[in-house]
């Protein structure tokens, strides 16, 4: 069983950067997969960013390349998305979430392909 607990989010400005973490409990943290998601008012959970097990590969939605970056700390149990630039249209709850993975390489981006999910945190971007 594991246990996500994000943290982070607040309300900016358009231009503005913020830092979330997601912070996993149980055992073997280096053995899931870590993604961000995010869920707008009326819109469906769309993928945000994915790390594998060893941080060796990570994955992007179109929409935040370029300006968001995900990273794991496996001695501290926590992943991490960093936003830069962050625009009106980045507003949503963000979730973390936690998948075991046979391969320390692979990334998944469908929310249904993840097992654990955090309570979420509000970002909210002003324009």
């Known amino acids: 069983q594991v246990q996500l607990i994000e943290s982070g989010g607040g309300l900016v400005q358009a231009g503005d950067s913020l830092r979330l973490s997601c912070a996993a409990s149980g055992r073997a943290f280096n053995w899931y997969v870590m993604g961000w998601f995010r869920q707008a008012p009326g819109k469906e959970r769309e993928f945000v960013a994915a790390?594998?097990?060893?941080?060796?590969?990570?994955d992007y939605a179109d929409s935040v390349k370029g300006r968001f970056t995900i990273s794991r700390d496996n001695a501290e149990n926590t992943a991490y998305l960093q936003m830069n630039c962050l625009k009106s249209e980045d507003t949503a709850v963000y979730y973390c979430?936690?998948?075991?993975?046979?391969?320390?390489?692979?990334?998944?981006?469908?929310?249904?392909?993840?097992?654990?999910w955090g309570q979420g945190t509000q970002v909210t971007v002003s324009s």
């Open positions: 790390i594998s097990g060893s941080g060796s590969t990570t």
């Open positions: 979430a936690a998948k075991s993975a046979a391969t320390s390489w692979i990334t998944f981006s469908q929310p249904s392909e993840y097992n654990y």
